[in-house]
């Protein structure tokens, strides 16, 4: 349409361009400090209602508000900055401001969107809080913290893990320090040859002088298996704090005392064991 | 379109914002009264309707109702608060404020809704119920608590699992407190010497002195394979509370006793046994 | 728009909204009574078609049309109840009504619908029917129930299991019970030095005498492996009820025969056996 | 809007419900008793089509051509039905009647036509055909019969397999029986201090002799490793009827043979061999 | 709405649609007619298509031309048909003729446009072409025929493997007969008391002296690892022809010859060895 | 509607298409030539472009020029060659014309597409660029070929791996040639009783002696494993063309020389040991 | 409609076409030099910005804002010379020329998104930095740059990874280097007969005496396990570069002391145990 002198259309159309944008800088201007305004007020709202809400009991709760406010106020800064650059900007023009194929974008921000929301059900829900140790898929740690978009869990060994909140959300989580106390375990193979009453004896025994181990509910001793080389005898007994470091500690002290009674009882911890038929071919 | 005086439009539209907020005030004020008070009804009839249902048949639908009630309050309260800050508002407008692109916020939304819908039906078709021993994958635990967005299981061992329900919805779950009994197996190896008919005899035996071990249906003891260095029986017996603690009890008797009694009998319970073809060819 | 004083505005609507609501008492009452009624009705019409269809080979279109009259009724109902809440409402308006962005909505209601038609479909296909024994993934046992949502199987050891029915549609199920008889097989190593021929003839001897193999298809015995340690011969017999606990029983009979007419026959059931060079090299 | 009496209101469009109801009853018998011929038409013309086609190379298209007539008569019975219960129904309104969100239906539906469609095609591209051995991930068997929805493979040991057809679609399948010969191999480990050439000559000889083996294409014997304790030579050889059971009987009457024939001449088939540097730390 | 006499009005709609089928009639006829005429004429131009690009670099282009306009042709025939059936049709209303909620089948068709679609571009890219021979997954064999739903090919053992296009084309192929040459390798294990020199120098000679293994580029012989019991020496030689069965000739003689010369060079390809530290604890 | 004689109507729009076709015959042929046109030109741009940019900085660049004019120009030919056939023919008719569930196709020509922008991405941010050595997946070769759907790799043994650019851009790739150069260790075990120091020393000597091994950065020699019967020291040394080639060759040196001096300087590698702990049971 | 002269109007076209070239061609000169003016000063507000923005603390800030300030300035280059070639171009009808399916163009464009979006927030929520050791899945190694669509590690032996963003982004991600000190492990196995304690005592030692291992947190030596043939016990310490190559040197030094030091103490390191049960079978 109309095309008579494209040249001069085409420079017509460049100069209003520059012109136009010239005329909008104060605006530009305005909104740019209008938005950082609120920027600081979204952070100092964030702010407060995270002090406000310091109690163990409604922590998770402040921490929800106050990310749902600064989100909140950014957003409205946003519409506002938006507003003063164009004035005939109306909230609705943002959605075909985002434009070039929305379905594509909306696949694009699903994943943000996602984890955000995850993390704001994690905290509400709360499966684990702050210093919980959970186990996820392969990975096990200590609960550091539950960010927007990730939980961050560090390992014993301290190194950092980060986990997206959705992958959190929509898999089995195993939290290890959700109750009071927790049970360990260790299976002892004795020799086919020794009395089980009698190891299951020292091993309750053991058990009993452990001062990590619980005597409510009480340690345990059963058979398991009559496994390849051993009979394999079950000792189960329950610790009070059950973190890792309490965890590790009591083992080592079971094991060694375990090893140095059950030796000391003469009953035998054997090697793996094997029957041979011998059958001396050597041509002489 | 209308630019005059850029600064003046955008300084009268910030101006007219702040009044427009102010303005604004008390119905903020009053809506979040009103939400406030939908949210405690909605609580009160989540408890109301659950303690009219505390009995054993109509508990679950009880949960149901009480959960559906208090989400349906509290969208209405929603509404409601809406509905006085913005005067001209309307319901059909939520879907357009939700904006940003509806499929974005859908997908987003997605797993919430399918997380609350799968809770509410596993709690209607009752799979499994609270108390029941479950296996999901390589989780095994009690049932602790059917929530709106998981089911909580805690492990034998004193950790908790946080289940998400659209996960146990989706897949196969394992019911081990389902029937009223269930069946525990063991197999015993034994030489390829041994008689295996005295060896079934002595099973039999043992497993009809165990006080745990149901006669009716009555214990089986069947030999499954020739195996390398044994020849396998497999000792079958009922238990009537299924659960796990009974069964680790019951079977560590039976195994004590099984091997007590088989050794008695002279009935060997072999190594792992290889016949070696010896040639020497030690270099002399 | 219209602001003039909104706490006047706010507090008329409450008033309004209150007042509405009490109009709609008797409405709601009365839609409560209808349906009520509805969900009878149709608990009845389910109950009338599967009486009346109790016969083997219409049971399972029974059941169907059952469930779907059920499902009928109280959609009919629903729709009556709003109906007469909101005299305006028309079927059509529904689905404006589930709003909140329908594809979310959609994408929450699918697993329930999928399984549901997967339900029915199994059911009228009929890959297998109640009492059926098969293996779905890593579960087998019997088939207790095909309910709207999922397949109830109880496994042989007494525990339930259950199947999504959109599970077992879209993937493969084996059915062990689907024919009047089945193979069984079981791999026997006879020694290098044994005769094949002879091994063979006392195994089918074995098979023969067997009161649960069948003599049409006949057993056979095929040389399938020059293992390592052992020529494996392959025992197959075909026996007439498919089930587990006769699969259990004739195996047990079989291998206790095979092994007593096997040794007695002479023939080795070898252990492992390795060829070691020997090389003394201890310093003296 | 017009609630003057919302009892009375109520009350009457209750009653009209019900009058309308009571005169659409004999279009409603009507409609069942058109669309019970309607569906008889069905079968009829799929048994007709599928009686016209019983000649092997036009058997899979009368299969397809049977099950679309049947499926598009009974489409049109469903239309015509609802014509006559709703007089002013338009084809068209069935897609606003299934309603409730029509992409969850859409996604409901979508394996079952997936499934449907997957049959028509496999029919008519005809990978496979009945009678044909296959192997599908885990599973092998004789195709049994291809359903609207599944394919269903009879194991050689007499048990069910049900492949939806949507998954043998999209998966590779394996034919054995698609040409008239197969390849048959066993590696047969001979000892180091053997003649290759030697055992190669014994190999070819019984592969030549047997009745089963094909002489064109010839079968060979390679070797494919110098294993740990073995040198491995692969006999190979084609049968005619490619089917399983054949392959089982050769195979038995070969590695029968060779094992005579390769003993016969003093070949080796030695056992896993391992050499031992031996140290004796006895303390004495 | 119009409800005065139902039966009437229904049985009169029945009787219109008789008549209207029975007017339609003619149409139908002439419609199958053409119908079948376009398709005889679709196949006739894919043959003449066909036979006008035998020659070798245009043979692929040639069977997606016969394919589109086969396909073209019968699309074309389709439509002719429907508007000789329904005068007033037009192309458009066919999108609302499959109805049913378009989504649902649009996923239903996906599958097989993706396989078509993958097919033509398979022949125009040309990753492979007929005779090659391909790894996909776990699959390998001869390519025997590119179809329009799937890829066909032939195990070297003679079966026949079907893959769906869309898989060869969504996933990596490993094609093995692209080059003129291929290198294969084999790892020997000698002795660790052996002259690495002296066995590479044997290795080389008997790589040299073979009649496929080309000189160009020369074989090599590596130490690629200090194993446990062995020095293990990698051989590497080319061949030209790379196919399946030369490689496996190939590697049946070098491997002889590797063997007898070593074992004449008095070189060990020791057994497996195990140093041993024994302890007499035999009680007396 | 209107069908007096649906015979006649019938015949005549027969007649009309046949019409039709012939009058729209020229612009058919027309068409054709301006296509083919077209074709040549975007070939010939292709080639211009590709010849353009040489350069090895810029070719990259070029390759991705020469694609999208050539694409660019064909689109165009289309759009123009329809525009000729139906002069009425508008670009936004395209879209209608596709027709036939838009989504179905737009599914299906997605990987396509995807396949297409994930090779152009790839040429520009260039992970990899041709000659260099990748990993992916279970592959590991070198780049031959960047095509608009595929990437094409050589692997080391003369075969071709055809991996769909999509699956390149969506995984992690590992490219051995990035950098200049790389590390190459081996694991070596000496016995328990030698001296870590002296085969450490031995080690370095080895690998400084090495005339691939470069000496910035220096070789290392770590004790990383006590393992079950050796101290493994892991030997690292840099190489500089970290090609494959290069890497084999310089392991076969560096392996026979450690071999050689390890064993003169009485530096045990030994073979895995095993304690035996020995009980005579022979009954005499 | 109009097709008097087909020819004729087809030639128009064409002639139309070719003038409408013609005319627009100054505009397409002025649009590629607008365009490339906007590329160069969007390349120099990238430097601009990146040099700015040179602090630690806030490079990640700057990177983002470079990014984002070159995209969006490059957009409103195309926008404008978009305009330029025709006048009356808008912005809305960009997401129209995309045309051809929306769908599937959003689909094909969503990886892209999808890895942008994620490598901006990978960069602002800054789960890791540049330089910091990460593994991801079976990938390790440094940190070299987070690119717009892919980050790229260094292995430690010299070779590149190139992960997609979007990978990254929505799976675990493991940082080694997060926090200061890290805890490296080794499990030392000894002998049954020794004495715990003393074993723990020499282990504490030697990490007491290591330069690199730290003091506090204090070295631990655990009992973990009573294995087949040893007593394992755990030392743990902590190093404070937690860098992999002052791990590797650790662990070097660590190892080889507690080598000397253990044996030296006479405390035995054993070999894989074994209890053999001997029966002399040899035909005499």
């Given at each position: 349409?109309?095309?008579l002198?494209?040249?001069?259309?085409?420079?017509q159309?460049?100069?209003?361009?520059?012109?136009?944008?010239?005329?909008?800088?104060?605006?530009?201007?305005?909104?740019?400090?209008v938005?950082?305004a609120?920027?600081?007020?979204?952070?100092f709202?964030?702010?407060?209602?995270?002090?406000?809400?310091?109690?163990?009991?409604?922590?998770n709760?402040?921490l929800?508000?106050?990310?749902?406010?600064?989100?909140?106020i950014i957003?409205i800064?946003?519409?506002?900055?938006?507003?003063i650059?164009?004035?005939?900007?109306?909230?609705?023009?943002?959605?075909?401001?985002l434009?070039?194929?929305?379905?594509?974008?909306?696949?694009?921000?699903?994943d943000?969107?996602?984890?955000?929301?995850?993390?704001?059900?994690?905290?509400?829900?709360e499966?684990?809080?702050?210093?919980?140790?959970?186990?996820?898929?392969?990975?096990?740690?200590t609960?550091?913290?539950?960010?927007t978009r990730?939980?961050?869990?560090?390992?014993?060994?301290?190194?950092?893990?980060?986990i997206?909140?959705?992958?959190?959300?929509?898999?089995?989580?195993?939290?290890?320090t959700?109750?009071?106390?927790?049970?360990?375990?260790?299976?002892?193979?004795?020799?086919?040859?020794?009395?089980?009453?009698?190891?299951?004896?020292?091993?309750?025994?053991?058990?009993?002088?452990?001062?990590?181990?619980l005597?409510?509910?009480p340690?345990?001793?059963?058979?398991?298996?009559?496994?390849?080389?051993?009979?394999?005898?079950?000792?189960?007994w329950?610790?009070?704090p059950?973190?890792?470091?309490?965890?590790?500690?009591?083992?080592?002290?079971?094991?060694?005392e375990?090893?140095n009674k059950?030796?000391?009882a003469?009953?035998?911890?054997p090697?793996?064991?094997?029957?041979?038929?011998?059958?001396?071919?050597?041509?002489e």
């Amino acid at each position: 349409m109309g095309s008579l002198n494209p040249l001069q259309t085409a420079w017509q159309q460049l100069l209003q361009m520059v012109k136009g944008t010239i005329e909008l800088l104060p605006n530009i201007i305005i909104a740019i400090v209008v938005f950082t305004a609120f920027w600081f007020v979204a952070k100092f709202s964030r702010r407060l209602i995270k002090n406000l809400t310091r109690k163990k009991q409604s922590r998770n709760l402040g921490l929800v508000l106050a990310r749902l406010s600064q989100g909140f106020i950014i957003l409205i800064g946003t519409f506002v900055a938006l507003a003063i650059i164009i004035p005939s900007f109306k909230p609705g023009d943002l959605v075909q401001l985002l434009g070039v194929s929305g379905v594509a974008v909306g696949f694009a921000f699903r994943d943000i969107l996602q984890n955000f929301l995850a993390g704001i059900l994690i905290l509400i829900t709360e499966p684990f809080t702050l210093n919980d140790q959970i186990i996820f898929k392969e990975f096990e740690g200590t609960v550091e913290n539950i960010q927007t978009r990730a939980t961050i869990i560090r390992t014993y060994d301290g190194r950092r893990i980060v986990i997206p909140n959705a992958e959190l959300f929509t898999n089995s989580v195993t939290v290890n320090t959700a109750f009071d106390k927790r049970r360990l375990q260790y299976d002892i193979g004795i020799g086919y040859g020794d009395d089980i009453a009698e190891a299951k004896k020292i091993i309750l025994e053991v058990l009993h002088n452990n001062t990590d181990a619980l005597q409510d509910p009480p340690p345990e001793a059963l058979v398991v298996d009559l496994a390849g080389s051993t009979i394999n005898i079950r000792a189960r007994w329950w610790i009070n704090p059950p973190r890792r470091a309490d965890a590790m500690d009591t083992q080592d002290a079971v094991l060694t005392e375990l090893n140095n009674k059950l030796v000391a009882a003469g009953i035998d911890l054997p090697f793996p064991t094997q029957q041979i038929l011998f059958h001396d071919q050597t041509e002489e």
